[in-house]
């Protein structure tokens, strides 16, 4: 299986500063039939169904604002707030979808206002 | 807008089996697929299996081989979850989520449904 890992397990950013989260795979993720990474990230609020963020490592889904983007390549990745809000209050997870036969999340990462 | 609505809380003794339901809305609902993922208290999300809705195949994850059936009902565009032999440890919160085929894998969830609590305890 691949394994995903995030860091750190908790992060505390003042409203307006800058917040950033990675995660690393066990194995790349890169197609390379396609030069894509099949990597999403999803944010996680308390009595809600997750929500996609991003897609193929760096597209946001749809409606997410652009202050989230996603980066990294291979088995290195970023999430990046750009500039916290309030409602930005959640657990974010990052998933390979590379693995047809499991796919796999981190373990999440809260992020707080500080 | 696409919905999916699951449905509501089970409390199931050890050893009985659990259906949980997933109603799709607001898209052709055989063009996707459905995934099922679940939550442990505390604990973070483990994938159990996919489904078209387009042909009906499945895959399930290996620790689910032989506990869990996925199917769906498309006139009512409906994906069902039936997991046996409940044993304490699966006592968690299952969601649906509809994912869409890029090529030859199914790639990212996008939405998910709200998620069913099923407990078991005796």
């Known amino acids: 299986d691949i394994v995903m890992t995030q860091s750190p397990d908790s992060l505390a950013v003042s409203l307006g500063e800058r917040a950033t989260i990675n995660c690393k795979s066990s194995?790349?993720?890169?197609?390379?039939?396609?030069?894509?990474?099949?990597l999403a990230w999803y944010q996680h609020k308390p009595g809600q169904p997750p929500k996609l963020l991003i897609y193929?490592?760096?597209t946001r889904g749809s409606g997410v604002p652009d202050r989230f983007s996603g980066s990294g390549s291979g088995t290195d990745f970023t999430l990046t707030i750009s500039s916290l809000q309030a409602e930005d209050v959640a657990v974010y997870y990052c998933?390979?979808?590379?693995?047809?036969?499991?796919?796999?999340f981190g373990q999440g990462t809260k992020l707080e206002i500080k | 807008q696409v919905q999916l609505v699951q449905s509501g809380a089970e409390v199931k003794k050890p050893g009985a089996s659990v259906r949980v339901s997933c109603k799709a809305s607001?898209?052709?609902?055989?063009?996707?697929?459905i995934i099922w993922v679940r939550q442990a208290p505390g604990q973070g999300f483990e994938w159990m299996g996919w489904?078209?809705?387009?042909?009906?195949?499945?895959n399930y994850a290996q620790k689910f081989q032989g506990r869990l059936t996925l199917t769906t009902e498309t006139s009512t565009s409906t994906a069902y979850l039936d997991l046996r032999s409940l044993r304490p440890d699966d006592t968690a919160l299952y969601y649906c989520?509809?994912?869409?085929?890029?090529?030859?894998?199914?790639?990212?969830?996008?939405?998910w449904g709200q998620g069913t609590l099923v407990t078991v305890s005796s």
């Open positions: 998933q390979q979808y590379y693995s047809v036969q499991m796919y796999t």
């Open positions: 607001g898209y052709t609902f055989s063009t996707y697929g």
């Open positions: 194995q790349s993720v890169l197609y390379s039939s396609n030069n894509k990474n099949y």
């Open positions: 989520a509809r994912v869409k085929k890029d090529g030859a894998r199914w790639v990212w969830f996008d939405p």
């Open positions: 489904i078209s809705a387009y042909n009906g195949n499945t």
């Open positions: 193929w490592a760096s």
